[in-house]
């Protein structure tokens, strides 16, 4: 059993160690906003955060994974209100949808820690691949997400999403959290 903290609460994987974090966090734990799209590490669908840094969850196992603090899309923000998250709304940088979880988490690790970037920054800090081409969209809504985190801007908040994180996170047979009776 492997242990980990997923959008901050603790939980223990019931699965090989060895198995891609990407498929624990999709497929145990029914966080499907982590997406898979090539699973070589090219295309950044499946970008999380683990401590805070953004890694492919592809590339990734449990064992690598064990005792460090994951974040996926779903807790990045929970109703949307993240700078990425309303930037790239705002920004209409958002079409089939498909990559969009990755690149925020990209886009939100660069922020955390350079809320100035520079388009050439978000080149580098967002590898993700998209087949919509909203890359100009892209590197607009990034930099508005670093006004708003550095509080030079306002943006109306997004919709609420449509259902509820707990409605989605029903009991998983390979997913335990910790302090549950076993």
Known sequence: MTQMTVNDRPVRFDMDAQTPLLWALR???NLTGTKY???VGDCGACLVLIDGEALRSCLVTLAEAEGRFITTIEGLARDRSHPVQQALVAEQAIQCGFCTPGIAIAAAALIARNPDPSEADIKQAVPNL???G????LVRAIQRAGRVARRRETISAAPAPGIDPADAAQAVPALRMLGEEE
């Open 37 to 39: 799209g090539c699973g």
């Open 134 to 137: 909203v890359y100009p969209r």
């Open 130 to 132: 998209c087949r919509c």
């Open 27 to 29: 497929d145990a734990a």
